[in-house]
């Protein structure tokens, strides 16, 4: 199962864009990567999913490089309701949910 | 469009005492997940399953916890008796048929489990 790395947190200032940077080195070619965001006292909230290149939905962007090593979810022009613990996984797709669950990003949006 | 619901939000045990969580989830979801969630931690599944059936609990303590499905909606996770370390978020969550692979997960709120 691939694990992933993500930095402990991130700050960042409302209208930023933010972009999470997550690293699964060991990602396997029938892996998916999954990003959810988790606000306090609430269940995790599914964002956004790609395979490869790039993913676009009305919350975020993911960008996936040609050797899926890493990815990059971006918010564009954040808030401070975007203050929140942002997770990247990585499933297979054939191993029914997998999903190894990493601490995540804590990201903090300043005024 | 109701999410998945849990009940209660907050429980205050004294160790060795018996407790139990419920999830309801989103209609037409026929599969549904329990996860245990640390303080400052991702979410660790403790059971999985596809309609009633419990398809993956190798994360279950099953000493001490247990869950059930018994209609294929609603679920009961159990434990007897709890621990000081069983203090934790517990989370239900459940996805859709269509998702053959349960990447978009829809999560409760949780129970927040406070074992004294």
């Known amino acids: 199962l691939a694990k992933t790395t993500q930095p402990i947190s991130m700050d960042s200032y409302e209208g930023q864009e933010v972009n999470i940077t997550c690293s699964h080195n060991?990602?396997?070619?029938?892996?998916?990567i999954t990003w959810y965001q988790q606000f306090p006292s609430q269940g995790p909230r599914f964002i956004i999913q790609?395979?490869?290149?790039?993913v676009t939905n009305e919350v975020a962007s993911l960008f996936i490089p040609a050797d899926r090593k890493s990815s990059t979810l971006s918010l564009p022009r954040v808030s401070l309701s975007d203050t929140a613990v942002y997770y990247c996984?990585?499933?297979?797709?054939?191993?029914?949910?997998?999903?190894?669950w990493g601490a995540g990003t804590k990201l903090i949006i300043k005024p | 469009e109701a999410g998945v619901v849990q009940s209660p939000r907050y429980k205050i045990i004294e160790k060795k005492q018996p407790v139990a969580f419920w999830c309801n989830p989103i209609?037409?979801?026929?599969?549904l997940y329990w996860y245990l969630q640390n303080l400052g931690q991702g979410p660790e599944l403790l059971i999985r399953?596809?309609?009633?059936?419990?398809?993956?609990d190798s994360q279950l303590p099953k000493d001490r916890f247990s869950a059930e499905r018994l209609k294929g909606v609603d679920s009961t996770l159990k434990i007897q008796p709890a621990e000081l370390g069983d203090s934790a978020v517990y989370l239900c969550?459940?996805?859709?048929?269509?998702?053959?692979?349960?990447?978009?997960?829809?999560f409760g709120p949780g129970t927040r489990l406070t074992v004294l």
């Open positions: 996984l990585v499933g297979e797709i054939l191993s029914n949910y997998q999903l190894i």
């Open positions: 060991n990602i396997a070619t029938n892996d998916y």
């Open positions: 790609g395979y490869k290149t790039k």
């Open positions: 209609s037409g979801h026929n599969t």
């Open positions: 399953y596809e309609n009633e059936e419990a398809v993956d």
């Open positions: 969550a459940s996805s859709s048929p269509l998702d053959r692979f349960g990447n978009e997960q829809f």
